[in-house]
């Protein structure tokens, strides 16, 4: 069965620390896809990121970045010099088997950011 | 580019009345279409996708349905309202092949009193 755990909740952290949010899934494909999604207070999910099971290049945008290690089916996000800006949940998604055309999400992790 | 509009925004509404919310994509053909349910505090919860029109696929047995008569137009609706409808619901659409991303609309904000 396929799965995604967002084991963290909840984070606080202060402005300007690095904050990482973990992502562990479950899959038996060999091909799938893992997004990352950004929930601000206002509501809409906004897409950040997308990678495929076959590119396990971290990746930098700017204060974000991700590292995906198959070995230990996770996909980690990390914020570098956090900002009140970046309060938010953030979701994990994993690509369901072919065919469905539908994600798994993971529960989500709210991240606050203090002044 | 690509837009999705959902309405309204919020919404307000008496138990057992009838349900209907709007979701439209604008430029793109023969998206696929989602809708999504989100309970106060709490993940995703896919309730209906589509394929292509008139194809409805229904994810959790409720007394919600959805319909799809346009291309890019996907419609939630329902007869009766129960308390446990209430949540914040959201639209999105992806290309149509697999393994795209899914692109939100702002989400709509049902209360049931």
Redesign the interface.
Known sequence: AQKVTQAQTEISVVEKEDVTLDCVYETRDTTYYLFWYKQPPSGELVFLIRRNSFDEQNEISGRYSWNFQKSTSSFNFTITASQVVDSAVYFCALSAPSGTYKYIFGTGTRLKVLA | SQTIHQWPATLVQPVGSPLSLECTVEGTSNP?LYWYRQAAG???Q?LF?S?GIGQISS?VPQNLSASRPQDRQFILSSKKLLLSDSG?Y?C?W?VLS??????????T?LSIL
Request: without cysteine.
């Open positions: 696929n709490r993940g995703l896919l996708y394929v994810e914040f959201l999105a992806s697999e393994n795209q991303p899914q692109h939100f609309g702002d989400g904000r």
